[in-house]
């Protein structure tokens, strides 16, 4: 039985570092929305319909494959609250994992404009992140998505059973990952680096 954490945001949040934290004090897989980005964008270019249809299916199948080999995950994911097919991805996401007999966990950081305009220019991001490296793209892009959008859930909207909300501002990431822990009570797995971590 595989669980999925999906630690969800807006752009430059902080989702990746939380992420990475909650990897390696868990053992679980992780995927970033950007592996799948980054790769569909290597092969079939930026924004292209191939390119936005690859995605979805590298996604989709590595959900599919965490389920069958009960691999436990944790993915990051940039939601628009206000958009009725963002909840219906999200809660395909949930009944996939949940009615093959593991749990759905849905972490949603927030942090002020000012705390994600200056993460949005770290070195690990652009590492990381390929497509970010075109910091003036990526800071409108932001900036257009923040006004655009509805980034993270109101007072009170709860999505799902475990649903978890931090201000991440200042906090630093293990500081995060460790509440994540307590709030749902997950415990770590016995993997070796290589089975969780490969390459990474």
């Not at 969800?8 to 679980?28: F, H, I, N, W």
């Not at 959008?149 to 999505?159: A, D, F, P």
């Amino acid at each position: 039985m595989a669980n999925l954490i999906v630690v969800c945001g807006p752009q430059a949040v902080g989702k990746m570092t939380v992420a990475e934290s909650l990897r390696d004090k868990l053992r679980y897989n992780m995927m970033m929305n950007h592996d799948s980005i980054e790769m569909s964008d290597k092969i079939f270019g930026f924004g292209t319909p191939a390119q936005r249809e690859f995605n979805a299916a590298f996604r989709e199948i590595a959900f599919e494959l965490a389920v069958k080999h009960d691999v436990d995950m944790i993915f990051t994911y940039v939601c628009a609250f206000e958009m009725q097919e963002e909840r219906d991805y999200l809660d395909g996401l949930h009944d996939l994992f949940t009615q093959n007999g593991g749990e759905f966990y849905f972490v949603e950081l927030s942090a002020s404009l000012e705390a994600r305009l200056v993460r949005n220019e770290t070195p690990h991001r652009m590492e990381r992140k390929a497509s970010k490296r075109d910091v003036a793209w990526s800071k409108a892009n932001l900036l257009h998505d923040a006004e655009h959008h509805r980034l993270n859930s109101e007072e009170g909207e709860v999505w799902f059973k475990h649903h978890l909300k931090i201000d991440n501002t200042d906090l630093a990431p293990d500081q995060v990952a460790d509440m994540v822990i307590k709030a749902f009570g997950l415990t770590a797995n016995d993997k070796e680096e290589k089975e969780y971590r490969f390459g990474v």
